[in-house]
């Protein structure tokens, strides 16, 4: 049974238009047609591009990604890292009394 509020038009959900976990029920007119547009796009440019991207033209991305890598390229350093040994949390970071070393190609040692 729906009740209209006295300052708006909007029906108020009665008890009977939900199911027993207070979802809605079947055949409740306010529980169609939500559609979340943007997920359904970015699904849809997702399918493009498997389509559009071979198996052979993924492996000469990865190759040419891991050469900027070995390359000193810190962005395709990073990417590396990030998909082959997961991305680090902030909780596992490294705390500040560690020290890290990298061994950096010359060109890429900034000059002090």
Known sequence: MNHLNETESKPILSET??????RFAPGNTL???????R???QQE???????AVSPNDLR????????MAKAGNLAAIKEVL????????????????VEI???LPPDL????
């Open 39 to 41: 997920a359904k796009r």
């Open 109 to 112: 040692i900034p000059e002090s």
């Open 31 to 37: 529980s169609r047609g939500h559609t979340n547009h």
């Open 45 to 51: 440019y997702k399918e493009a591009i498997l389509r």
């Open 101 to 103: 070393v990298v061994d």
């Open 17 to 22: 238009q939900r199911d027993a976990k207070g």
């Open 60 to 67: 000469a991305i990865v190759r040419k990604l891991v050469e």
């Open 82 to 97: 990030d998909r082959c040994l997961g991305r680090v949390s902030q909780a596992e970071q490294t705390p500040n009394d």
